[in-house]
């Protein structure tokens, strides 16, 4: 017997993330809808779900048209296996090759972008006595990752086709995908994201005179998926607008009515009335000016709230926008509620979300802090407990 006597409910006294499953089941409708027919769904879930949740995301987005399911590395295609989760995942990153058992075992796809690695996997593939199927990922313009298309090479190098035909044909190796990955697909102008689609392309017509047809050619994240319809080929690979964000603030047009997906809330914890000149939190960065409410709210920079916000960012109480006042702390913030009417302790506050008519969501508090909303999400942290409501039926 386990001694959970009295434990609380996660969430239920401090800052909670509640997830919007509707919302991703809406999400990906809406993706489903807007991509080419003829490719397939993959899903992006890595960084646990951009911080909502892998596990929760993928059954959802599964249950709704997505086919496949990507992540970073290994560790996080295990989770979701671990969950029954049986979609093709493909892993984006680099897997160790002594790990190729692993990919065996699991049935989960490695992404290659070098010969080198591509014989040490085909080594490992053949102890096994299997052929491992692998993604290839081609580097057109983004500069972190994959085989280089020949515009990138230096004169003189071999060429990308006889470096992908060596892999494709070694033992072991099973050559299933080949893809690349857009590095401004997110801006109103495409004409760099476009460069990239054509050496893509141009890459792939040549591997088809050499004679090597890949089946799952795919290239478009969000922004490709939106913007780029030429792009969407054989899959495509959905991320932020799964999760409801527009993959920039350049990328907003009204059809595409995407729901964000995450909000977090916590209850008031302590409410005081104080003087002019009272100083609030470390560093005593906040002397109030007048007489005035200071609720204190059970989030910090231990949450993911980043203390850059201190001073600058807002919550929402009963409807109305409260500054935050001095430094946010680990664990706390303080917010000035002196001009709201009839604010309680235990009322619930929206720390990003809507609440009534207002509304604060990942892109305002990105741009406060000079970042953007993939890595607002992203950086909550795992105290935060993720509160589900209700799945949603398959559709
Ligand atoms: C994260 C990721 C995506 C999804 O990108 P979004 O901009 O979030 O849609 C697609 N492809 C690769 C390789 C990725 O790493």
New binding site residues.
């Given amino acids: 017997m386990s001694a959970m006597v009295n434990e609380p409910a996660a969430g239920a006294d401090r800052v909670r993330a509640e997830i919007d499953l509707a919302a991703v089941a809406h999400n990906v409708r809406l993706l489903r809808r807007i991509t080419h027919p003829r490719a397939r769904l993959l899903v992006?879930v890595?960084a646990d779900g951009?911080g909502h949740g892998a596990v929760a995301v993928a059954r959802t987005a599964l249950a709704h048209g997505a086919t496949d399911l990507?992540v970073?590395h290994l560790a996080e295609g295990l989770v979701l296996r671990r969950q029954g989760i049986s979609a093709p995942i493909l892993i984006?990153g680099h897997t160790p090759p002594q790990w190729a058992d692993q990919m065996f075992t699991n049935n989960l796809t490695p992404t290659v972008f070098s010969t080198a690695a591509a014989r040490v996997l085909s080594a490992a593939a053949r102890r096994t006595g299997r052929r491992l199927p692998v993604h290839v990922k081609i580097d057109t313009g983004m500069g972190r990752l994959g085989f280089m298309c020949d515009a990138l090479r230096p004169t003189g190098s071999p060429s990308a086709v006889a470096e992908l035909l060596e892999t494709a044909r070694l033992p072991g190796i099973d050559l299933q995908g080949i893809?690349t990955?857009f590095a401004t697909a997110?801006q109103s102008d495409l004409r760099s994201a476009q460069r990239q689609l054509d050496r893509f392309l141009d890459l792939l017509d040549q591997l088809e005179r050499a004679g090597l047809s890949v089946a799952l050619k795919h290239a478009a994240?969000?922004?490709a998926?939106l913007q780029m319809p030429a792009a969407h080929l054989d899959m495509v690979?959905?991320?932020?607008?799964v999760y409801g964000l527009p993959?920039s603030r350049e990328v907003v047009s009204p059809e595409i009515d995407l729901q964000p997906v995450m909000s977090l809330k916590a209850p008031v914890i302590h409410l005081k009335t104080v003087p002019a000149g009272t100083s609030i939190s470390y560093g005593g960065t906040y002397t109030t000016p007048r007489a005035t409410r200071i609720a204190t709210i059970p989030v910090g920079y231990a949450d993911g709230y980043r203390r850059s916000l201190s001073n600058r960012g807002h919550m929402l109480v009963r409807g109305y926008r409260a500054p935050i006042v001095g430094r946010v702390c680990m664990d706390l913030t303080m917010i000035d509620v002196g001009e709201i009417p009839e604010v309680a302790v235990g009322d619930e506050v929206v720390i990003m979300g809507r609440q009534r008519d207002q509304a604060i969501d990942a892109g305002d508090l990105a741009d406060l802090l000079d970042t953007i909303h993939?890595e607002v999400v992203s950086a909550i942290t795992a105290r935060v407990p993720r509160c589900y409501a209700t799945a949603v039926p398959p559709d």
């Fill in positions: 992006a890595k951009y990507g970073a984006f893809f990955h997110d994240n969000s922004g998926i690979r959905a991320g932020i607008a993959p993939y």
